[in-house]
């Protein structure tokens, strides 16, 4: 069974940082290009952070550039999102997905085929 598991939301005042950890289960993603999405109470899913499946290649929301960094370790299965310069607007359930394998990756929400269950950042200003 294909899992992906979210971890390391929870409060922060702004200004502060968190880092989110993505550990895949079930089959490697080490050939998948793998994204963090994250969506905010009342409104739709949106594109945070993609990463290629060998790292090389990286796309950031421009409301996020800068202050956000996606990595993989593709011996661990793992994908992190380090977040430093948290804003309230940054309030939201993050997820984590993957791609099918060897395909590019995308900022598009349909190009994803495994999805996490999700973790609650919360900013507070």
């Known amino acids: 069974q294909v899992q992906l598991v979210e971890s390391g939301g929870g409060l922060v005042q702004a200004g502060g940082s968190l880092r989110l950890s993505c550990a895949a289960s079930g089959r490697t993603f080490n050939n998948s290009a793998m994204a963090w999405f994250r969506q905010a109470p009342g409104k739709e899913r949106e594109f945070v952070a993609g990463?290629?499946?060998?790292?090389?290649?990286?796309y950031y929301a421009d409301s996020v550039k800068g202050r956000f960094t996606i990595s993989r370790d593709n011996a661990k299965n793992t994908v992190f999102l380090q977040m430093n310069g948290l804003k309230p607007e940054d309030t939201a359930v993050y997820y984590c997905?993957?791609?099918?394998?060897?395909?590019?990756?995308?900022?598009?929400?349909?190009?994803?085929?495994?999805w996490g269950q999700g973790t609650q950042v919360t900013v507070s200003s």
């Open positions: 997905a993957a791609e099918q394998a060897w395909v590019g990756v995308s900022r598009s929400l349909s190009a994803y085929e495994y």
């Open positions: 990463i290629s499946w060998s790292g090389g290649t990286r």
